[in-house]
């Protein structure tokens, strides 16, 4: 039987003491100890009072950690009054601290025969203080915290069980204003072991939030929370203040503002830290750090930005982000299409791009010749173009590949350069490239006389002076002067000739008001006029006596047998123009009645055959050459009359040139030399950058030799099929335009090619095309099989517009056809026309109104001058002028490209003006009938009668067919017609 239970409470805690292992607590961050009784290792020298009450001793807790506990059980005793006071505790900073205790107490019910009062709760007091009070102890002086009660108590059997049940409480204490207190425990009667106490206040523990550092802050019990501002870690800067608030409970609460990381740093693990090589930052911010762009780099930490590799360029305006770039390259494939004294320059675009896509172009315009240089040879000196030559739309910051040089001089070398430029350009100087082309500009009219003065009038003349034009382009000629009466409007005027820059009017009427325009001519043939001018005579303002009237009749009659004998002699030489050579008079009076001029017109062009002595011809239009100035390279192939060759021509002071040579073989007779010759004496007479040039011949020493130009990529249609599909449509229109301007020319010369084709067109290093083969002549064979044989060789019938085939009639609206056929050639990349048709079923074909379809990917309008070019009727045939005029068009609104044939139906014959074929401004349905019996198709609506428009409309191709128009072509135009005089008298029927 337990008659003490003192010392069974004592053994306890001995078998409990054994070894164990140890374990470690870890309190909460927010958790500041001022006492913690199990992190003694010795005695606690607490106070107990008195002596036999609380007891020291050591022990374990509940993990078996050694501990010094306290403990009391005087249960067998009366009025027990047992006190235990720790030592003097700091405050520290907290006011308000709490206490926890960890104790056992037994079950009074398991303690048998007690004698006192068993009691199962014991009280916490404390004092504060400001110092040690050492020893010193008051009973009275201590405020009571609480009774600790026990939760859990142990009884006998838990003793041999070796169970120990540890209550915990925990207990809050103050506020405190002083610097210190003290804790007691006092026991009234109990069998309590005080097994652990702490004592500890809370905080809130630094911590960084938002990149900003918030310190350890200690809560004050007089409100529920503590803002407490934060301060932003290393290398960081604020966005917005940062503040916390602490709460009571050590909790922060309530975050506000952020810090952002400095430029070449990056967040992470709530720090800023550098970028590593290789990477950057450039702004404030907590975003990670970029790798750098292509063709950049950093080599240290901390990079705001990377910088360029060799060669590698930022601009100015270029965000950090941005690859490092360099400058285009030069643009490639550049045309140039020569027209007088303007050029339309057009380019690809560079292969490279420097990897921007800020491309513009700058074209500068240099004016060449060459110069004797010190050691005998020539240089080739440059200047700047003239400021009055105008660019269109401008010559830098161009955003098209296309730009028209306008104002330049006649018969003069220019050198375009042509540079790509983007952002990153101006950085690198060094680096530029740009495409050269060199031009010669061809012989152009004078530009209109822009200056003119009246000087004296009278009542029957007026005199006039003019200024030269500002451009003349050439030796002026002659002027023409035109003049009318105001109120006659140009229905009947008269034209007079003068060399000089003024001239007289005679004959004029009193008092009348004339209008006046002057044109100059030189070798190119005339400008344009200039603007309208008035005059007017003086007016009959005296009488004429009997003697000034027959001497003004004299004068008169003078004047009337003067002028009738100049037209006389005017008209006998102009029947032998052809024959000799005209001799301006300074002045020449010719009149014209109803608008229409009876000069006869100007040809430039002489047939060499008509010359009886061919080398006449020959001497008169080429240049003989020595033949030790030319040197024969390699044989690139052969002709009729002997080899072709390439090789140098090297001129006594003049610059070595590349050339062309055709020579004539051995054994050749008198017809073949004369035949041979015929084209050197027809090339010698043209001067135009798209027609080929001849350089001279050379006929005094054997062989025989006709040297022209050298054409670096050969024939068009070779070229084109070694280069399919490589050129834009812009550079093939730019081809096509050249082709057509040379063509042009040859028509106002008066010439007919007859074998105009891509075989028979050469292309040179700058892709100019430029007509050639003008020596051959032509007979038809009696076979309709058989193709124009001529002595150079054989010219397909498919090239040869109909008329040509069947009449012999050759002229430029010929040419007009067959340049149609080259216009079919280039687009697509020199097919063969008409495939695999036999001569004989393409005559047949296209008499029966077949055409050949668009080529893939050929431009609407395009196909639609094809179209215009192979009209039946060869008067509704576009001219030369006009298909450049068509082509110019293209050139400056490259959009109107981007429509192909092949997706849509044929389109609006809108590119040429044919006021006779026009059928939708007619006002009845018998007009319409009458336009549509003018067609080649009229014998078809012989007999035919409508009774209007709605029965019109519905006439569809198999209606045409059964009256008899069975030609595809005008089957179309009419269904077209239909449709527009349906949409014309649209508000009803329109009577016949």
């Not at 506020?175 to 425990?185: C, E, H, T, V």
């Not at 105008?390 to 050198?415: C, I, K, M, S």
Request: charged share 20%; aromatic share 8%.
């Amino acid at each position: 039987m337990d008659c003490n239970p003192r010392p069974l409470f004592l053994i306890l805690h001995i078998l409990l003491s054994c070894a164990a292992p140890a374990f470690q607590i870890i309190y909460p961050p927010n958790e500041v100890n001022l006492l913690d009784s199990k992190a003694s290792q010795g005695e606690l020298g607490w106070i107990s009072y008195p002596q036999h009450g609380w007891e020291e001793i050591s022990g374990v807790d509940e993990h078996y950690t050694p501990i010094r506990t306290f403990q009391v059980c005087n249960v067998m005793e009366y009025s027990q009054n047992n006190w235990l006071r720790t030592n003097w505790i700091p405050r520290q900073s907290a006011q308000k601290i709490y206490v926890e205790l960890k104790f056992t107490l037994r079950d009074c019910n398991s303690i048998p025969l007690v004698l006192g009062t068993c009691k199962e709760t014991f009280n916490l007091l404390y004092l504060e203080t400001d110092d040690d009070q050492g020893s010193h102890f008051r009973e009275h002086q201590f405020s009571k915290v609480d009774t600790i009660a026990a939760d859990e108590s142990f009884t006998q059997m838990d003793l041999g069980d070796r169970i120990l049940k540890l209550n915990t409480e925990v207990r809050e204490v103050g506020p405190m204003n002083k610097k210190g207190f003290y804790l007691a425990f006092q026991d009234v009667g109990a069998c309590v072991a005080l097994v652990s106490v702490r004592v500890y206040f809370k905080k809130c523990p630094y911590t960084v939030r938002n990149l900003a550092s918030f310190p350890d802050t200690v809560p004050m019990d007089s409100q529920s929370l503590v803002e407490v501002k934060g301060s932003c870690v290393n290398h960081s800067k604020e966005e917005e203040p940062p503040r916390m608030y602490c709460s009571t409970e050590g909790e922060w609460l309530v975050p506000i503002g952020k810090c952002l990381c400095n430029p070449g740093y990056e967040e992470k693990s709530s720090t800023c830290q550098m970028c590593q090589p290789g990477f950057y930052k450039s702004t404030l911010g907590n975003t990670e750090c970029s790798k750098c762009p292509p063709h950049s780099f950093s080599h240290h930490e901390g990079s705001l930005f990377c910088g360029c590799e060799k060669n590698y360029f930022r601009a100015e305006g270029d965000p950090v982000a941005m690859a490092c770039t360099r400058p285009p390259s030069a643009p490639r494939n550049v045309i140039s299409s020569i027209n007088e004294t303007s050029v339309i320059l057009d380019w690809s675009w560079p292969e490279d791009n420097g990897g921007r896509r800020d491309i513009t172009f700058t074209v500068v315009c240099k004016r060449c010749r060459s110069a004797p240089s010190g050691g005998g040879g020539l240089n080739q000196l440059c200047e700047p173009c003239r400021s009055n030559v105008r660019f269109l739309p401008r010559a830098a910051g161009l955003q098209n590949t296309t730009v028209t040089v306008a104002d330049l001089l006649a018969h003069t070398n220019y050198t375009f350069e042509i540079e790509a430029q983007n952002g990153v350009s101006p950085l690198a100087p060094k680096m530029r490239q740009y495409a050269a082309v060199t031009i010669t500009t061809n012989q152009a009219a004078p530009s209109p006389v822009t200056v003119i003065k009246k000087e004296k009038t009278s009542r029957n003349s007026v005199s006039l002076s003019w200024q030269q034009p500002e451009r003349p382009n050439g030796i002026i000629l002659d002027y023409e002067i035109k003049y009318y009466e105001k109120e006659e409007q140009e229905t009947s005027y008269t034209i007079l000739r003068a060399r000089g820059c003024n001239v007289t009017l005679n004959g004029l009427k009193p008092n009348t008001a004339y209008l006046l325009q002057i044109r100059a001519r030189t070798a190119a043939g005339y400008g344009a006029s200039s603007p309208s001018i008035q005059f007017e005579t003086s007016p009959d303002s005296f009488s004429i006596s009997s003697e000034n009237s027959q001497v003004v009749l004299i004068a008169i009659s003078s004047a009337v047998a003067i002028i009738l004998l100049t037209v006389l002699l005017y008209v006998l030489i102009g029947r032998f123009c052809c024959h000799g050579k005209s001799k301006h008079p300074d002045e020449k009076r010719l009149h014209f009645g109803n608008g229409h001029l009876r000069l006869p017109g100007i040809r430039t062009y002489v047939d060499p055959h008509t010359y009886e002595d061919p080398s006449q011809a020959v001497h008169e239009f080429a240049k003989e050459l020595d033949a030790s100035c030319i040197a024969i390279d390699k044989v690139v192939g052969a002709g009729e009359f002997g080899e072709v060759c390439s090789g140098r021509l090297k001129l006594p002071s003049k610059k070595e040139i590349c050339v062309a040579i055709k020579t004539l073989k051995g054994g050749y007779t008198d017809k073949q030399r004369r035949d041979f010759l015929a084209e050197a004496s027809i090339m010698g007479q043209f001067d135009h950058p798209n027609i080929i040039r001849l350089e001279g011949v050379v006929t005094r020493s054997k062989p025989v030799m006709i040297v022209t130009e050298y054409m670096e990529n050969g024939s068009l249609d070779t070229f084109l099929r070694k280069h399919d599909a490589q050129f834009t449509g812009i550079q093939l229109v730019g081809m096509l335009r050249g082709i057509a301007s040379g063509m042009k020319y040859l028509s106002d010369m008066g010439y007919v090619h007859r074998d105009l084709a891509a075989r028979n067109i050469l292309v040179n290093s700058n892709l100019v095309c430029k007509v050639s083969d003008f020596g051959l002549s032509r007979v038809l064979e009696d076979d309709p099989e058989a193709a124009y044989t001529t002595r150079g060789g054989k010219i397909p019938i498919r090239w040869t517009a109909p008329e040509a085939i069947a009449y012999r009639k050759f002229t430029s609206a010929s040419d007009a056809w067959s340049y149609g056929i080259v216009l079919w050639e280039v687009m697509s990349y020199g097919e063969r026309p008409y495939w695999e048709m036999s001569n004989q079923d393409v005559i047949k074909a296209v008499d029966e109104g077949y055409r050949l379809p668009p080529p893939m990917d050929c431009p609407a309008t395009l196909y639609q001058l094809m179209l215009d070019c192979w009209q039946k009727e060869r008067n509704n045939r576009p001219k030369f002028e006009q298909i450049v005029s068509i082509l110019d068009k293209l050139i400056r609104n490259p959009g109107s490209l981007k429509i192909t044939a092949n997706t849509t139906s044929r389109p609006a014959n809108l590119l040429l003006d044919r006021s006779s074929s026009e059928v939708t401004s007619v006002g009845t349905v018998g007009d319409w009938m009458d336009g549509m019996r003018t067609l080649p198709c009229k014998e078809a609506f012989s007999g035919v009668s409508y009774s209007s428009c709605d029965t019109l409309a519905k006439t569809s191709t198999e209606d045409l067919k059964k009256v008899g128009v069975t030609i595809v072509g005008p089957q179309k135009k009419i269904v077209s017609s239909l449709k527009a005089l349906e949409s014309h008298t649209k508000n009803g029927p329109v009577p016949v």
